[in-house]
């Protein structure tokens, strides 16, 4: 792992190298970029992957006590590291974290050359779902982060509806899991990072007015949706794509949230595609 220090702390990302076209990948909450091992694996022949594990809970490094760890703050920080790289025409590829909406509204996306959400937190769908709304509960009650993820030690504990059971149609890999939440299971600097990021969910109308900058964004962009999503509703991935000036949509079946867990080879594929053309 590579390390770069940011205004918010050290962030820690692999590179594959190359001189391909660049693709930075990014994840969601309490997870790192592991989440992205079997599409990096895929599409490295070919191109440069960039894989930051964002202080989302999954990170290893706390971050300083006074970074803005909101989601806008977070968002700001992926724009700040696509300069630290000096990285341009990027595609820029998220899963379950919905971020991107708030760079494009915030004037963040000139090193942005191609956009894909791929099963995202959008429109007002910020934490997502029952699992959203158990994360929050739990982040506004006093050791409530602690106890929550104390439970997920435990692999029956995993599958709840309420937990990660929504979030891939196939259990993750419990050594990858495991990786995922030892940060928060160990440092309660961790799990201060996470809280900051779960209660900077700014206001209703401050999400839905983040989705519709995505009007303004000209750049090829490709929605890629789970067609049997319980936690992102599949008419979201509609919506988005009909916003998009130069948006396509792509549904993939027999997969929840979790596309590069569930359907890995089927993203890549699509991805392969997408970066191939015009």
């Known amino acids: 792992m590579a390390e770069l220090e940011l205004s918010a702390g050290i962030v820690e990302y692999e590179d594959t190298g190359g001189d391909g076209p660049v693709v930075v990948l990014l994840h969601g909450v309490a997870m790192d970029g592991s989440l992205w091992r079997h599409v990096v694996a895929d599409l490295r022949d070919g191109h440069r992957c960039i894989v930051p594990t964002l202080p989302l809970g999954g990170h290893r490094r706390p971050m300083r006590p006074d970074a803005d760890l909101s989601v806008l703050g977070v968002a700001r920080l992926v724009a ?131 989705t519709d900058a995505l009007r303004g964004f000209d750049r090829p962009a490709l929605v890629v949706w789970a067609s049997e999503d319980r936690v992102m509703p599949p008419e979201h991935g509609r919506g988005l794509a009909e916003l998009l000036p130069r948006g396509e949509l792509v549904e993939i079946a027999d997969s929840y949230t979790l596309i590069p867990e569930d359907r890995p080879e089927e993203l890549a594929r699509h991805l392969r595609a997408f970066l191939a053309g015009d």
């Open 80 to 210: 700040e590291f696509l300069d630290a790289l000096d990285l341009d025409g990027v595609t820029l590829v998220m899963n379950d974290w919905g971020g991107a909406l708030a760079l494009v509204a915030d004037g963040r996306d000139r090193r942005i050359g191609r956009l894909v959400l791929t099963s995202c937190e959008a429109f007002d769908n910020f934490p997502p779902g029952l699992p959203g709304a158990n994360l929050r509960a739990s982040a506004r009650m006093p050791g409530g982060l602690r106890a929550a993820f104390a439970l997920l030690r435990f692999g029956p504990m995993r599958r709840l509806p309420m937990t990660w059971g929504r979030m891939s149609k196939r259990p993750v890999p419990d050594a990858v899991m495991d990786a995922w939440f030892r940060p928060l299971w160990t440092s309660a600097e961790i799990r201060r990072d996470l809280r900051r990021y779960v209660l900077g969910v700014p206001p209703r109308a401050e999400l839905l007015r983040w």
